[in-house]
């Protein structure tokens, strides 16, 4: 996810760019709203009961989490992981620094430290690791489209 990280870094001088044929959204949207999704799923791993984990079988999961791919205009963010109407540059710096640091501690979290995604269900960490490699893929993808079709 570094590469992730330095991409969306890169990104945020392109954070006003907005091509309504790809995404209603601006640029800043996209980073803003991956790097909630990062810290926010960061903080409910780290404050979760691990003994409450239970391995289930989620075809959509499967399917997504095989092929690395996370089909666009089919998920509804939650309010928590929703960007603000005004979004600072400042901000998204700020996230982006809290991203870097909570990834790294993800590692120390316990195994089964998990989260409820809506679609996905309870994923623990080492799922939940894979579903922010792709979550974060899919939106630096969408910016990757408003930029070349600009």
């Not at 870094?9 to 760019?17: E, G, K, M, P, T």
């Not at 239970?54 to 992981?81: A, D, H, M, Q």
Request: proline fraction near 4%; include cysteine; charge should be positive.
């Amino acid at each position: 996810m570094d590469s992730q990280l330095y991409d969306i870094a890169y990104l945020i001088q392109f954070r006003d760019c907005v091509n309504a044929n790809v995404s209603e959204a601006p640029i800043a949207w996209h980073l803003d709203h991956s790097l909630k999704v990062i810290n926010k799923i960061h903080d409910v791993l780290k404050s979760s009961d691990s003994t409450v984990y239970e391995k289930r079988f989620n075809l959509v999961r499967s399917f997504s989490f095989t092929f690395g791919f996370i089909p666009r205009g089919r998920g509804e963010s939650p309010g928590s992981v929703l960007p603000p109407n005004d979004i600072k540059t400042e901000d998204i710096l700020s996230q982006l620094e809290i991203a870097r640091e909570n990834l790294s501690e993800l590692s120390s979290l316990e195994l089964n430290a998990n989260f409820i995604h809506p679609v996905f269900g309870q994923l623990n960490k080492k799922q939940a690791k894979r579903f922010l490699k792709i979550h974060t893929k899919h939106h630096l993808k969408i910016i990757q489209d408003i930029l070349r079709k600009e």
